[in-house]
């Protein structure tokens, strides 16, 4: 089918929709992506969405198999994040990396699309992530630049403050949740310059937890979330391995409301 809009959503865990739960979507996931897709087709009856992204995919991998992809789809628009999984790595040449993810820009904005990219989150608040924090500040300033030659449009996921609230982290506080995904969706939105019918959900009350209570519950992410996370990186493998686009062709997203 031939769409007269057509959005391709490149990248990893993040664009895949990784902390949004949804059992009844591709990969049990929806993400803002999606939400955005949602919104826009909400205004466009002949509009057409992909997802290329898939969890664990490195700057290279989604270089080498996304890029040429998402051209082949003749794209209107283009989002793409790549390279966190790169920077969590012990060892990263991220001036190598950014001169391949500019290659990749360059073939994306020569297809005539809006491209939107995203700056790295700062991660301050994270014992753990925040210690990769002036990688991914020299991260941001190469991708500033690669938006600002190309004509890119940037959503600075840096500056977004309301990311520093745990609630808006998935239980492995890895990956959004739903409410951040919501949030980053009407972020996306806002640089497009389109309007939307977003509604942020209140988010719980926190739960004071006691010392033991604290101390069980990190034990607890230690075994779910970060030994497996650890022992991937170790092995070699990724928690995408085996898994496929959520949408490899333009589809055409039901114009949802979203909640």
């Known amino acids: 089918m031939d769409f007269s809009a057509r959005y391709v959503a490149l990248g990893d865990s993040f664009t895949e929709g990784v902390g949004d739960v949804d059992a009844g979507r591709p990969n049990g996931v929806r993400g803002w992506a999606d939400r955005v897709a949602e919104q826009l087709a909400r205004a466009n009856d002949d509009f057409g969405y992909a997802n290329l992204a898939i969890r664990g995919r490195k700057l290279r991998q989604i270089m080498a198999?996304?890029?040429?992809?998402?051209?082949?789809?003749?794209?209107?628009?283009?989002?793409?994040?790549?390279?966190?999984?790169?920077?969590?790595?012990?060892?990263?040449?991220?001036?190598?990396?950014?001169?391949?993810?500019?290659?990749?820009i360059k073939?994306?904005?020569?297809?005539?699309?809006?491209?939107?990219?995203?700056?790295?989150?700062?991660?301050?608040?994270?014992?753990?992530?925040?210690?990769?924090?002036?990688?991914?500040?020299?991260?941001?300033?190469?991708?500033?630049?690669?938006?600002?030659?190309?004509?890119?449009?940037?959503?600075?996921?840096?500056?977004?403050?309301?990311?520093?609230?745990?609630?808006?982290?998935?239980?492995?506080?890895?990956?959004?949740?739903?409410?951040?995904h919501i949030n980053m969706a009407k972020r996306v939105l806002k640089v497009l310059e389109h309007d939307d019918s977003i509604d942020v959900p209140?988010?719980?009350?926190?739960?004071?937890?006691s010392r033991a209570d604290a101390l069980r519950a990190n034990a607890r992410w230690v075994r779910e979330f970060a030994a497996p996370w650890v022992v991937r990186r170790v092995t070699g493998r990724s928690s995408g391995d085996g898994l496929q686009p959520r949408y490899e062709q333009l589809t055409q997203m039901p114009a949802l409301k979203l909640g």
């Open 65 to 104: 198999e996304q890029v040429d992809a998402a051209v082949a789809l003749n794209p209107t628009l283009v989002s793409i994040y790549a390279g966190a999984n790169d920077i969590l790595r012990p060892k990263v040449d991220i001036d190598a990396l950014l001169i391949e993810y500019e290659a990749g």
């Open 107 to 180: 073939k994306l904005a020569a297809t005539g699309a809006t491209v939107v990219m995203f700056t790295g989150f700062d991660a301050r608040g994270s014992k753990i992530f925040g210690t990769m924090r002036g990688r991914t500040a020299i991260y941001n300033e190469l991708v500033r630049g690669i938006a600002e030659d190309h004509g890119a449009l940037l959503v600075d996921y840096w500056r977004f403050s309301e990311y520093y609230d745990w609630r808006m982290w998935a239980p492995d506080r890895m990956h959004m949740s739903a409410p951040g």
């Open 202 to 209: 209140p988010l719980e009350p926190v739960r004071q937890l």
